[in-house]
């Protein structure tokens, strides 16, 4: 079954580029450009989540969010802001809203961040907690804390046990750099040249070198994908 | 001594110095005045029995004014006077005094002596003066004066526990108003430290009285208010900004990506993707300029957290590791302990990691990143082995964009040192380029709880 998605964005080149990239990979997708309509499609509450523009005609994106929260309806909610600060950021998380991106943004991050916002409702409360994950020949056991690629141990650093855990979480999709910064070592500004890369380059020695196909790729102009294919 | 500089305990002191002079010359006056009263009125009925008596004695000589005296002293007519005739020989021709008394001379001034009557057995004050006459006699006209200065004297005891009530109400009444005057000034103060740690919300309590403190508060809240309306323009403009660049260039990237999955080849899709970067490179110096803009303008302060400064430093070592390594460079923290402080995580982060990435890219050797408290301060050091700044160079190299010809090949937008510079300003401290022989050394210097003090 294919997921639902609303749009709720006033730049309609902006909104093309998030609905097309979303239909593509099989969303239903519907729009509206103001607050307003938006608010109207939300309340129906058929929407596995609502991608939500902060600076909207008419009614204000985090005016939206307080009606729909206030209406009890707890759909997902990724604010996307031309305002990025810390300032910013918290106020749209205290607002309602379940994760914050600023623009520009990368479509591979957009996509990422609503699979896994998905993914959380999906499982619910009360769902027991992963204790493995793994992507092809690689395993990693969240308890022991022990990585093997094709049976063979991997010995990690605790940064890179977490790096390799939170690709692992998002096998298969792009992660931006971005992502890591915030998932892996909670940064919200960036530490400038390379930073992310060189832990990346280090991670991948690890856990691809001899081995004929390698699992994590770069993906040009976005990030980095943890997969079987190139 | 603290105590003695502050205005508030010299301005209490004096109210207390001038209460207790005031207390001081009413007692004096008083005294004075019923002393004087008390003399004048024994002056006047001395005078006036003196000039009788005189009368007798010009009119019948000595016999006449024996009669006198003795008629003087008769219990109907007596109240209190006092009365001696005595010969050239000193022996006593009338009065009620046994002899003359040996410290008053005649024609000295009148005197209050203390003396025996004829027939008392408790000596008394006597305002006293004494007439001579001819042959050596004498004549001493006097009167009682003991029960008004015995009242006197009660009435100087119940002054001085007068004063002394007066003292102590004067020493409260001066403590009272120091506290008034220091209540009224402290919301004051207090205002302006919460406005200046960010709570630009805070105004000064005003109770209408139209005061002198409710005249300064009322000002002072105008200027707030304006500080206020400054800032939130200050805000407005740089998100209306963020949002009027931001909006275009989120239409180009989104074009870009799907350029980039459009394309066939190599080298169109290394060239879509070096475009993105640049775009990206474009918003980063952006953000960059905006926050300098905000974190000088003092926007942000109320996003400040208590963190441990030594774990920052610790985990961006930890993260430039690899990449230093790789580099051929070394970098190590120099953390004594734990170094807790309140501070801008986000801010303050990136201006330490503009620090590291600055030294990584200009300095050379050993990277040490430093964090340290220094009594109500914090210090957090960057310093490399590179050639470090001149002296001279060193105001251009905090300038926004401004760029050293060091720095011309490198990538940047010369916005690193500023933004570094522009934190500690919100922090309430200050950034210092220094030499580190060799290198640079790079130190923010900041209050550990910004709202102890601010720019």
Known sequence: ?230 | MALARSTIFRFAALVFLLQLAGAGVLLGTVRLLTHHQITAEAEARTDELRRALIDDYRRGGMRALSDGVRQSLLPARAQGSVLLLVDGGKQVLAGNLAEWPPSLIAADAPATLELFRTGRDESERIYASAVPLSDGARLLVGHVVESELRFTLILEEAMIGGVAVAVALAAFAAWSAARLIHRRLASTVDTARAVAAGDLARRVPVDHSEDVFDALGVTINQMLDRIDALMTELKIATDGLAHDLRSPLTRLRSTLERALEACESDDARASVARAIDEGDRLLAMLDTALRISRAEAGLGREQFVAIDLAGMVEDLVEVYGPLAEDNGFEIVADIAGPVPARVHRELLGQALANLIDNAMKYGAGRIVVSARSEGRDVIVAVTDQGPGIAEAQRAEALRRFGRLDAARSKAGAGLGLALAAAVAHLHGGRLELGDNAPGLRVVLRFHADERGGAA
């Not at chain 1, 977490?162 to 910064?181: G, I, K, S, Y």
Request: hydrophobic content about 40%; aromatic content about 6%; some cysteine.
């Open chain 1, 1 to 230: 079954m294919s997921h639902k998605i609303l749009v709720v964005e006033d730049d309609a080149s902006t909104a093309d580029f998030v609905a097309t990239g979303l239909a593509e990979h099989g969303f239903v997708v519907d729009r509206a450009n103001n607050g307003r309509d938006g608010l109207f499609h939300a309340t129906d509450g058929s929407y596995d989540c609502i991608i939500l523009d902060r600076m909207l005609p008419g009614m204000d994106g985090m005016a939206v969010l307080g009606a729909l929260r206030a209406a009890g309806i707890d759909t997902p909610v990724i604010i996307l802001s031309a305002l990025g600060s810390a300032e910013d950021r918290v106020k749209g998380l205290e607002g309602g809203s379940d994760d914050y991106l600023t623009k520009p943004f990368a479509f591979a991050e957009l996509l990422a961040r609503i699979r896994l916002l998905i993914r959380r409702a999906g499982n619910g409360a009360g769902a027991a907690p992963e204790t493995r994950l793994s992507c092809a020949d690689l395993e990693m056991d969240l308890l022991s804390r022990k990585v093997k690629r094709a049976g063979q141990v991997v010995d990690l650093q605790p940064r890179e046990f977490r790096l390799l855990e939170f690709m692992l979480r998002h096998a298969d999709q792009v992660v931006t750099r971005t992502m890591l910064l915030e998932g892996v070592w909670d940064y919200h500004f960036d530490p400038g040249t390379n930073v992310i890369d060189v832990h990346v380059s280090r991670l991948r020695k690890k856990i691809d070198e001899g081995h004929a196909r390698p699992l994590l790729h770069t993906v040009r102009g976005s990030g980095y994908r943890l997969g079987q294919d190139g």
